[in-house]
């Protein structure tokens, strides 16, 4: 007999099979493929959104430490300086070089706005104090022990009497080391009055104190392609000469820096300036602050600082405690909007940030940055000028000592 057949078995998918199986596995990889573009997107978004983040509290920390010294031991009529920079313009100038009215831009599309203000200021260093003397024709500057610092070139010097009778401010000529003991100076100029008092040049018991004075003035540039906020160290330095070791960086990628001044409001009941209408107010809204809304321009730099009123004999109550006036600056308020240093990855269509302050944000345009306002507002405590500073305020030929409390 013979034997049964065998049935072979099949060893193999039919092409329905293998074509059903190719889906199932397409389908799964695209997930998962997905799923990865997707946090690898929302990873990337958020450490733009993060870095963003750390730039804008680098920015106020930095402001809310350094701006509340300004006027420290120096006359508060010159520890704002309202004027327009070598170079650039005080309100909303792009960083391209066009400048436009604050209720007028000239500037739209995102490539080409990027606006910013101008924030200058001064301070008496308070970790700085050294014996010396200044010689006659303001031209050199000796200590009486080295310096302990470097000092570079257009750096601010203060040089004061003993009892405060008179003082003199000069600047830099020529980079000094730490370890020098005699610096190369002219008179700085204005605003500063121009002193020949003997007791500048006076030795031993009789020496005057030299200071070191910081300045800062705070705006946007262009490095490397990107807008970044910096702090220039000269004020008399052209804002465009960025090939100079003047300035230090202080946060990237902002795009718009806006300033907006308080003013010294005067007190319940004073009848020659409670109204708000007395307030330097552009808009007439009476909210003493300054810059803070459209169509509102800063207040104009005095001609002649150290030649205008308030000065340390004039009362808390007089009438030009209340005006425009660099020294009537009680309050810094500041706005930065800075966005993410590329357009994000996750389909995100931001706008531009709208009106900042006196700033009329051109037509929103959607670029895919993502953007964030940051504001404070710093009090100024040092302008108070009727209390005194070291040295005291008083010229050769003024006998009256005006370095005193409130009297």
Not at 267 to 288: E, F, I, K, M, V
Not at 350 to 366: A, G, Y
Request: proline share 7%; charged share 20%.
């Amino acid at each position: 007999m013979n034997a049964p057949r065998r049935r072979s078995r099949r060893s193999g998918f039919t092409l329905a099979e293998l074509m059903v199986g190719l889906a199932v596995t397409s389908i799964v990889m695209t997930a998962v493929v997905a799923i990865f573009i997707g946090v690898q997107r929302s990873y990337q978004a958020e450490t733009e959104v993060k870095l963003m983040t750390e730039n804008g509290r680098g920015a106020m920390l930095f402001l809310e430490r350094v701006l509340p010294l300004a006027g420290y031991g120096i006359d508060p009529r010159v520890a704002f300086d309202l004027s327009a920079p070598t170079g650039g313009a005080k309100d909303n100038e792009d960083v391209q070089g066009v400048t436009f009215s604050p209720d007028t831009p000239a500037m739209t599309g995102p490539s080409n706005t990027v606006v910013t203000d101008d924030l200058a200021f001064r301070f008496r260093d308070p970790a700085f104090l050294r014996a010396g003397r200044v010689n006659t024709g303001n031209t050199s500057v000796t200590v009486d022990t080295a310096l302990g610092v470097g000092l570079p070139v257009g750096k601010l010097l203060m040089i004061g009497c003993r009892g405060g009778v008179d003082y003199q401010m000069v600047r830099v000529q020529t980079a000094a080391l730490p370890t020098a003991t005699t610096v190369s100076v002219a008179a700085a100029g204005s605003p500063f009055i121009t002193s020949t008092s003997s007791c500048l040049q006076g030795a031993g018991t009789a020496s005057p104190w030299v200071y070191l004075i910081q300045e800062h003035r705070l705006r946007i540039v262009k490095l490397g392609g990107r807008p970044w906020l910096v702090s220039f160290r000269n004020l008399t330095a052209s804002v465009t000469d960025l090939t100079q070791d003047n300035f230090d960086p202080i946060a990237p990628d902002v795009e718009v820096f806006q300033v907006a001044l308080g003013i010294n409001r005067a007190r319940p009941g004073l009848t020659c300036c409670s109204a708000p209408s007395a307030a330097p107010d552009a808009t007439g809204n009476g909210d003493y602050i300054v810059g803070d809304a459209v169509g509102e321009a800063f207040f104009a730099q005095p001609g002649g600082v150290l030649t205008s009123l308030p000065d340390f004999r004039s009362s808390y109550d007089a009438p030009e405690r209340y005006g425009g006036h660099p020294a009537n600056i009680r309050s810094v308020h500041v706005a930065l909007v800075l966005r993410s240093s590329r357009a994000l990855p996750d389909g995100r269509r931001d706008l531009r940030s709208d009106d900042v302050f006196n700033w009329d944000s051109p037509t929103p345009v959607p670029d895919g940055f993502k953007r964030t306002l940051f504001h404070t507002a710093v009090n100024t405590p040092n302008l108070m000028s009727r209390s005194g500073f070291a040295p005291a305020l008083r010229s050769a030929s003024d006998t009256r000592d005006l370095n005193r409390w409130g009297g």
